[in-house]
C-alpha cells in the first residue's frame, strides 16, 4: 500500500492538483486526499502545501518525487524482468524538449524506439520554455544552452551551430546583410524563452566576436512558430542547425553571414538529481546520443 500511495502522489505532483490525480488514477478525489494524508502521516511530514487554486511541493515533498522516482521505477524494472524477461523494456518515459527539435528529430527518434520496444510509452513534451524536471515529474529532458540548475545530470549531446538565414522571398524583397551590423535594417524574428528576449545576437570567434542587437515585428516563444515565419518570408532567424539545416538544404532557407558564424551553442540531455534511472529511460537516452551521432556524422 505504501508503494500505491508513493505513485498516487507522483501523479498529484505531475497532474497539479487532486482531482485531476483522481481521474487520472480512477479514484474519487475524497479517496486521493486521504491516502495523501495518510502517506504525510506515515512520514510524519507535509509532503504538499495546498491552497483552494495550487499545490506545491515542500523540501520533504521534494525529496521524495526525486527518491519515489528510482524506487519505483526499480520495481517496474524488476516485475519485467521477471514477468516478461531481462531484455524487454516497458513502462512510461516522460520526455520534454524545445518545440522544433521535438517535433522532428525528437519525434522520429520516439517512433524508431518504439517499434524496438512496443511495451514503452512516451509522453513528449515540446516547450522552448523554463521546465521544472522534479516537479513536472520528467525523465529525461533535451535542451539548448548553460545548465543553470548544479543539482540536474547532465550528459552532452555536443555543440550545434546556430544559423543566421532567411527565405528567398524576404531577400529579394528586403536584400542580403553583407556584415552583422546589417541586421539593424532587417526585420529579425526574435524567440522569447520565459522571461527573456533573445534580440541580442553574437557573432564570430576569439578578436573578431560582436554582438548586436536585433528588432522586428514578431516575437514568439516558440522555436516552431519563428521557424515558420521565416519559411513564409518575413523575417531573419538564427536558429540551430538541426532546426533549419533541412530547410537550408532543400533551398527554402538561405544561410545568411557565412563568415560571420555564430558561436555553437551545446545541447544537452538533462535528468533529475536521483542516483540510477529505470532501465527504460537510460535505453532512450543512449538511443538519443546514437540518433545525435548519426545526424553529426550525416554532416561530414
Known sequence: ??????????TIVEKGNLSAAGREAGLSATTVSERLAALEKHYGVVLLNRTTRAISLTEE????????????????????????????????????????????VISDAINRFLVEHPAIRVELLVSDGFVDIVGEGIDLAVRFGTVIDSTLRIKS????????????RY??????????????????????????????????????????????????????????????????????????????????????LKDHAAPATPLQLLFPPARAQPRRVRAFAEFLVTTFNSIDAGKT
Not at 527518491?67 to 524482468?81: F, I, M, N, P, Q
Not at 549531446?157 to 528567398?168: D, T, Y
Request: aromatic share 4%; with cysteine; net charge positive.
Open 1 to 10: 500500500m505504501l508503494l500505491d500511495n508513493i505513485a498516487l502522489f507522483l
Open 61 to 104: 515533498g521534494r525529496t521524495l518525487v526525486e527518491g519515489a522516482k528510482e524506487v519505483l521505477g526499480s520495481v517496474a524494472d524488476l516485475d519485467t524482468r521477471i514477468r516478461l524477461g531481462a531484455q524487454t523494456l516497458t513502462g512510461p518515459i516522460r520526455i520534454s524538449a524545445p518545440s522544433d527539435i521535438g517535433r522532428t
Open 157 to 168: 549531446l555536443g555543440a550545434k551551430r546556430r544559423l543566421l538565414c532567411a527565405a528567398p
Open 171 to 256: 531577400i529579394e524583397s528586403r536584400g542580403m546583410p553583407k556584415t552583422p551590423a546589417d541586421l539593424g535594417s532587417h526585420n529579425c524574428l526574435v524567440m522569447r524563452f520565459g522571461q527573456k528576449l533573445d534580440n541580442v545576437w553574437h557573432f564570430g570567434a576569439n578578436t573578431s566576436k560582436q554582438s548586436v542587437t536585433v528588432q522586428g515585428d514578431r516575437v514568439a516563444n516558440d522555436g516552431a512558430l519563428v521557424r515558420q515565419w521565416c519559411l513564409e518570408g518575413h523575417g531573419i532567424i538564427l536558429k540551430s542547425e538541426l532546426d533549419v539545416g533541412p530547410d537550408i538544404r532543400a533551398g527554402r532557407l538561405v544561410e545568411l
